[in-house]
């Protein structure tokens, strides 16, 4: 399959924002880690706002971020939400209710647990009624939300938001599964290139080969370990290098994703015809 990427959206520890981070992914600039700062959303009235949970905020700003990037309008776009586990807190909380004597549940609480929770908060704030899809595939979840927004936008002949995001369970889930750092990432996809396209992706899915790209450096690559949603880096770090690359993500077992990335130059640069579509519908 072949895509072409429109947009980005960024928020993990040291990178709040893809333009803040890229210099960081792209090696001119040294990987501080730091506190994830995850903005109020602007897409929600403030009343909506106050109940939103980490999950819900962390994917409205980088859906947000990487749409405001590519240009695209929000509402008439598809939607592909990815993440391998839903809030961590509401989890816990939720459990706590049900194991002491007052198992009452707050129905805010509950309908914030649910894996789609973030999707629906999205059409919500976007008035939004294009197709969503929300998915889970543990630590191959990015892995599997991008596969699936790919074949979306080919299939489809649209374009799709991918919108990764994952946060930290707190004890005792921690102890049986561990998600070492908030981390969010989202990507806007088109069929074909547009003026707001800056690279081409092309996907395939093949058996495993044992040869998953790590992080430029051994700090990113522990970030990337750390989180599902943070084994977008080394496709980020591609990006952000701006030269032709190709690299594997881990999938399944014994199947495995192999892109080649390969930036795009504006028209005046390629010389000839450069394949350029208008603008597509969402």
Not at 55 to 70: P, Q
Not at 124 to 138: K, V
Not at 180 to 196: E, N, Q, R
Not at 212 to 233: I, Y
């Amino acid at each position: 399959m072949r895509v072409f990427i429109e947009g980005i959206g960024l928020r993990g520890p040291g990178l709040n924002g893809w333009e803040a981070g890229r210099p960081v992914l792209a090696g001119t600039k040294t990987y501080e880690p730091a506190s994830v700062t995850v903005p109020p959303s602007p897409l929600l009235p403030a009343n909506e706002r106050r109940r939103t949970v980490l999950t819900v905020k962390l994917a409205l700003a980088v859906g947000a971020e990487a749409f405001e990037a590519a240009g695209r309008e929000i509402a008439e776009t598809a939607t592909v939400f990815t993440s391998s586990g839903g809030d961590g807190e509401t989890i816990h909380q939720i459990l706590e209710t049900l194991a002491s004597a007052d198992r009452e549940l707050s129905p805010t609480r509950f309908h914030n647990s649910v894996h789609n929770a973030p999707a629906g908060y999205w059409s919500i704030a976007a008035g939004s009624r294009a197709p969503s899809s929300s998915l889970c595939c543990r630590d191959a979840s990015f892995a599997a939300g991008l596969l699936e927004a790919a074949v979306q936008t080919t299939v489809e002949d649209r374009a799709v938001a991918l919108i990764a995001y994952d946060v930290c369970y707190p004890e005792p889930l921690n102890s049986v599964r561990q998600i070492g750092a908030v981390f969010g990432a989202a990507l806007i996809l088109a069929p074909y290139p547009t003026d707001a396209c800056f690279s081409r992706l092309d996907i395939e899915l093949l058996p495993e080969s044992g040869g998953a790209r790590a992080a430029s450096s051994g700090a990113l690559d522990d970030l990337r370990r750390s989180s599902p949603a943070a084994r977008s880096l080394p496709l980020l770090e591609a990006v952000a290098r701006d030269e032709p690359q190709t690299l594997v993500l881990d999938y399944l077992p014994e199947l495995e994703l192999r892109l080649t990335l390969l930036p795009l130059l504006p028209d005046a640069a390629r010389g000839g015809d450069s394949g350029r579509r208008p603008a597509v519908p969402a």
